[in-house]
């Protein structure tokens, strides 16, 4: 069975191609009753959106999400949402030479050998434009969670070989990649501008906090919080790897130094990430995704065509110099989509 | 909904606590025909059973699996394969103590505030021991997934901070760690006998690899084949971080560098690690999972009980000191149950 | 979790409320390199349309279906298919007596208890205009099905108490009703002209007959074909019974009577109605489903308010006479979505 | 995929052939802290198996359960509860030459088209055996509703031609079919008697009844409740036809008559059955089942063995006349396990 659909109680289904008219998402198992309009939705698509910021394409999105159902007099009704985005500005033409030709670090190739036909304009499904309807959907589940408390945010920690020293953040909202240390952020402003100037792109690393998530959602054992939310993440085309609290640190301590004490109100440390035996703690969820660089380089690159031919392509066309930070929403609604599947999961076997 | 399910199409569902009287497994969707007997089940059991090598703790867990239905004469019919392995040398009487306490790192806590009810004894369902139903499952996948020319090892490549520099796959096989690397295997085996000293336990990596992966496994957008690969690793208790390819490496690299370019036969490079855009390219796929310590340390630590007060406790018994090498068989049967579904998804879909 | 979704591996969900501004799907797992194209689907949107046919309403509705996605140069891509079809000509105004009135038989008080928040408007979701949705999917399917050999057809075989005699297919194609019993026909069609003078309506069984249907089809144990068509049409909101084969009937036979003895090439008889221990066996499907009388009728009838209280309420505009004959292609719809998804699962387990 | 699993909350999955091992289930997604013993479940298994009551086989079934999960110190844990049930006095010899011929009527001919390879030892996997599984699951599902005051019970209403023609609930408890019309089960009785002195069966009919359901049940649109019943009801193998409320009859009823009006309090008739638009009313939901007649004839039938080859058989052994009343427990677990879902699910969307 193909896998467009995400949640077993908060189930969301996405569809659209990036030339197509349209992408666009369903959304089943929302709760009757919530306040929703099309504004709660618009502003995480306007953070996703190119053409912001000093780092974007100049490609301009116009990303006017409509509500074709579910909701009736400002509140939904229980029934499925579906929410269409158009797409607007998108011209296939300089695709045309792509046809038969596989992108080095694309989709073109698998989509080729799992489909035998594929639509090869803009990547097609394998787009980040596809992001749209999850940025739009988990704007619904950022709501749900938000009833229950849950605030979800993330940031750029690392650009490049660039990271964070610090954490704060507040300065995190004085610059363009909602960094959270301001003087990391000028050096990564720094490998952006060579990347861009040499027709380059860079990879970088996103963190992501929940704040407010009560204790006890996740199931085990095949369907933990961390494994849900792992997977959510490593389902965003660009993530090469996830790591939840210490992360890949904890392979190098010690047990007396990982496990985290349990006070009387909480617990004396977090490397847990929030998350312990696959089910959260109450505590501050912690997780970092490691994103790769954008395929789409302005050199000249050896690939081969659908018959095996060998052949040089050069992508053209205006393209982000970093996926960081128009991930950074696309992170967070996959984020939201885990948590509001589990948050209801949670009320149907537990109740409340 | 609960999660002790796993899989779409190949079907998975474990059941089993401790110190109950038995765990198992169902497994439904497995093609009807496959020759299968319970040895070829007993050899992957034996590689995660306890009280073996020299890293190991000295519980003995009988560990016979019984194949209850699925099988006829010596071939699978198509129908619900049951496995059964009692549970033996099973003694509750240390756990006694941690009826109403905490042990930090462990699922104490969050089973607790999750159900409010719970079985203590040595963990209940979040015991390591509920991964002998997921290995014995992880085997008739991997018999599945055979037949189509797929071979699934892992391997240690870290313990505590000590990594791999080099990678013979036949030096893997003369250790207890399974480590490709036997200089840094003479290291590890000196962290571990250090924290066996000590009292203490460590964390490590574990490599996976997938040779004879055919292209065209994943299914865009939310279930792609890294994406369930990174959620049923994250799905292991001990596992906090996942990577695939170049993985964390890939945040700091340059899109020039990252890309794998194309040639006729094959690619250049295989920083995806055998997927792109989530499906599998044919080539080698290539993951790493984090293991956290064993959090069952000698020292006293503070937690709480189940009113929240102070408690001070030490974990009694006899424990490993280092998840790996038990947990290689766990992380191959995790992968070889992902690699099962979507091998027979694809043909849901596609046919062949 | 929310039903708007049918199908595992040809998985449909559907969306959409009488008068909000469109219905749809989105159908997933749809097989790559079907010709698909609007004019395939836009025939049994037709035939589900009121406005044809003696016995219908006269709302007109403009049922164009739009392929917004998953479709690319004439073919399915193996990506998701949305479709879209606008809602038109939906008055709102007659329906602002109802928001808080139920109507007896209809799924008005349900809903409220249900959800508490709902559009009353025409029903909302409850409306037979979200069959729409369905009959569009459905055509899709066919398709799939259709590749595959079977035809899937309905008729008329009773109306009120007026039943067939005998079944000639030829004679459906002369009628209104698709009934294949001319004679019978001329009495339904009298039952009918009296109701519609009486202001009141009337019930009918459909009987669905799928040709070309492969042996095998079907998962045992509780996936069954004829559980999974059962339930299928059971899901239409006008349907209260359903048989297979004989039916009702067996249950009043012997049986040395009801087996149907098998010779080299066949079955002597059909009582099972095709399907055998839950699987297809080659033979005729043949399915029955009694449909109850339209609830909206002329004559002030006793309800309630939201509030508990009495109230009389007298339905206004014009509706149909009778679910026949346009439940044909939404039973018709429901047979092709299971039996395109049992093709595909069927080819998942054992290949094909 | 594979159809051995029921329910998306409260989630059973069955395994388990004739003349295996053992058969049993997996129930995932039972709520904590749910009072559960094994005699809760034996009551049930006791009523289902043969060697009871006048017209019974004479196999004796040592249907012992054992709970081997998901139960600690007498109380559900949240975690997946498997049932084992040792299969006992199964002599296959009697079924070696039924290798390679296909009984008329049973699943023999449709398993092979299916899976080319089966079990033909007492049906394998088709056997009615396989329901001691279902009955033991849905024991456990009758105790989740039950908390929320639902009673579900199955009754005789029809075996051969013989009909009730009252309904008192007293009268059931007096005689071996359940039968709720003294007169009639003395009819019946007659009937059940003939059968089995010419060596012949007969299908019967069987009704349920639910007291206690709240209304706001089921999940619209295509899993309604009345479709999750009647695939459920459907998914047993000796079911032909399913109706809810008037059922059949409502297809020949005009639309003043079928509506059920509302009252202050309720409704004045129940031709729904208990569900409006797929959800629950609040009212008795009242279900039938026709049953067609046990295969297994004495007198020698025409068939075809695997190649393709006429023969006679003639089925040995001891058999039940008539699946009524065995079938009793059997339509009531599976209407328990559909119910304690939508109990479960109901919970999860809106709570409570």
């Given at each position: 069975m193909a896998g467009n659909t995400i949640g077993s109680v908060f189930r969301v289904t996405t569809w659209g191609e990036s030339h197509g008219p349209a992408v666009g998402a369903v959304i089943d198992g929302c709760p009757p009753g919530l306040p929703l309009g099309e504004e709660d939705i618009q502003g995480d698509l306007d953070r996703r959106?190119?053409?912001?910021?000093?780092?974007?394409?100049?490609r301009r999105e116009g990303d006017r999400v409509e509500i074709l159902s579910g909701v009736f007099e400002g509140k939904t009704t229980g029934t499925p949402i579906a929410l269409l985005i158009r797409n607007a500005d998108a011209d296939p033409a300089p695709y045309e030479e792509l046809r038969e030709v596989f992108r080095p670090g694309h989709g073109d190739f698998t989509y080729w050998m799992k489909y035998s036909h594929r639509d090869h304009r803009g990547g097609g499904?394998?787009?980040?434009?596809?992001?749209a309807a999850r940025v739009a959907a988990g704007a619904v589940a950022r709501k749900v969670i938000g009833r229950a408390g849950m605030v979800v945010r993330a940031f750029t920690v690392a650009v490049g070989g660039v990271g964070i020293t610090r954490f704060r953040e507040e300065e995190a909202r004085g610059n363009d990649l909602a960094c959270p240390d301001a003087e990391a952020f000028a050096a990564m402003a720094k490998v952006l501008a060579d990347c861009r100037r040499e027709g380059d792109t860079v990879g970088g690393v996103c963190e992501i906090r929940v704040t407010g998530c009560p204790p006890g959602l996740g199931e085990p054992v095949f369907e933990k919080l961390d494994a849900a939310l792992a997977g959510a993440l490593m389902g965003?085309?660009?993530?090469k790897a996830v790591e939840i609290g210490?992360?890949?640190?904890a392979a190098a301590m010690r047990g007396t130094a990982a496990n985290d004490p349990l006070v009387p109100g909480g617990f004396l440390s977090n490397n847990a990430g929030g998350v312990l035996a696959g089910i959260s703690t109450g505590q501050e969820i912690v997780l970092r995704a490691a994103c790769k660089p954008?395929?789409?380089?302005?050199a000249p690159q050896a690939t081969v065509d659908v018959r095996g031919e060998p052949r040089k392509i050069r992508v053209r066309g205006r393209h982000d110099v970093c996926v960081l930070p128009r991930i950074l929403p696309v992170c967070e609604a996959m984020v939201c989509l885990v948590l509001a599947d589990h948050l209801l999961r949670q009320r149907a076997v537990v109740g409340g």
């Open positions: 959106r190119p053409g912001r910021g000093r780092f974007a394409t100049t499904r394998a787009s980040g434009r596809e992001t965003i085309g660009t993530v210490a992360g890949f640190a954008i395929p789409s380089v302005a």
